[in-house]
Every structure is written in C-alpha cells, then in structure tokens.
C-alpha cells in the first residue's frame, strides 16, 4: 500500500446479511452502499443506508447495525490524515467532525466510488491519492459540521481520560472493575453510570473492542495470528 495509507484497512463485501453489535474505531469510517440495505445505529439513533448512499463516522463513535443483502464498501482512514487535508484547505490543525452519518449526495459517492476503483485496480499511487483528495476534499469543505483541536480522543473528559491510560497500560492484563473505579478514586456504581453515559458502552464491552483494534494493527503490521 502507498506510504500514507500504510495500515488502513480496506472492506469489499457482498450480500452482508450480518448483524454488527455496538462498537467503535480510533479512526474514521467512510464507505458506500452500493445494493441492499443496512439498519444503521450511530449517535444513539438508527438511520438506513440504501443504495448510493454514503456512511461517515467520526473517531470513537459508537455504531452497529442490521444489514439485509448488504454489498457495499469501507475504508478507515487514520484520524491524521484528514486533519493534514483540513490543514492544507483552512490553514488550521484541527480534525474535522461530521454531523451527517448518512450522506445522500450522488457527486460525493461518485468520488468515493472513484477513489476505491482505484484502489481495487492497483492503479499509480499519484493517481490513488489524487482520487483521494478530490474525495475527501470535497467531503470536508461541504459536510465538516464543527472542527476540535487535534488531540487525543475523549481528552475533555477527565474521567474517561483516565481510564483509556489505564486500560492502554494494562490491556493484556486482567482489568477488573475495582480497579477501574479505583483509579478514577469513584465508586464502583458511579464509575459505571459515567463511563456508559459518555460512550455508551459498558467497560468489559469496551475492553474487548480496544483488544479486538489492536489486534487488527498487529496483524496489519505482520504479526501472525498465533
């Protein structure tokens, strides 16, 4: 893979008939539905993705959904390189943030499409990132609702700031709730009710997703599955 998107993970599916539990990425997500249907939960809503629609979500946030003959396509892009392109069009380092989870726009999914044909066909790299750009480009200066300081994810909130460190340092470990409670000097009950408040996950749930992501990236870097 081209140098700036070394490690991105790339999806092409046809005829999904699966059901996705709640989960998050320390990435965007952006694809395209090209035939079937996905019931689609983000933001403590449901949406449908029909055909020809396109689906952005922001770093960390927490979606799921039921598909139904779903073919479609995604791509993950680091958090980074959308806040280098936000730079480049406003001058400003600063990470670009969609309101819209379903985008009905045919000249944004005819760039997209453009951009992942490219990908699939091994096309020349400059031609890859040219096709990039004019997607991306296109899909932040028309769809950024709000931008934040590029930094870390949840770092407003000092409570779950906290305990992302604590499972970061003891992720191969067993992490109880004790200690996750303790650490944040809460109790147990009001760890719990702050924690799935904020994410909407419970902390086991979460635990299990950020083991599951940094798996990807081993694999992605040539670890072996053993």
């Known amino acids: 893979m081209i140098n700036f998107l070394q490690n991105t993970l790339f999806e092409n599916v046809k005829y999904s008939n699966e059901n996705f539990e709640k989960h998050y990425h320390d990435t965007y997500t ?4 090209y035939k079937g249907f996905l019931k689609s939960y983000n933001l403590r809503q449901y949406f449908e ?51 819209k989870h379903i985008i009905d726009d045919r000249v944004l999914f005819a760039k997209l499409n453009i951009f992942f ?13 040219t096709n990039l750009i004019d997607a991306l480009s296109y899909l932040i200066l028309n769809y950024t609702t709000c931008s934040k300081p590029y930094s870390d994810m949840f770092d407003n909130k000092k409570i779950i700031r906290q305990t992302m460190n604590f499972i970061g340092d003891s992720i191969d470990g067993n992490i109880t709730l004790d200690m996750l ?9 009001h760890f719990l009710r702050v924690f799935k408040k904020e994410l909407g996950l ?25």
Not at 59 to 78: A, L, M, R, T
Not at 203 to 226: C, D, K, M, T, Y
Request: proline share 4%.
């Open 30 to 33: 952006i694809g395209l539905t």
């Open 49 to 99: 993705s029909y055909q020809y629609s396109c689906r952005v979500n922001n770093p960390g946030e927490i979606h799921g959904g039921i598909s139904d003959k779903w073919s479609h396509v995604n791509f993950y892009p680091k958090a980074e390189l959308l806040v280098s392109l936000y730079e480049q069009i406003f001058f400003e380092k600063r990470m670009p943030l969609f309101e």
């Open 202 to 226: 419970t902390p086991h749930s979460f635990i299990i997703n950020e083991r599951i992501n940094r798996a990807n990236i081993l694999l992605q870097n040539g670890v072996s599955i053993s």
């Open 117 to 129: 044909h490219s990908i699939y066909e091994k096309m020349d790299s400059i031609h890859i990132e």
């Open 181 to 189: 409670a303790k650490n944040c000097s809460l109790s147990k009950y």
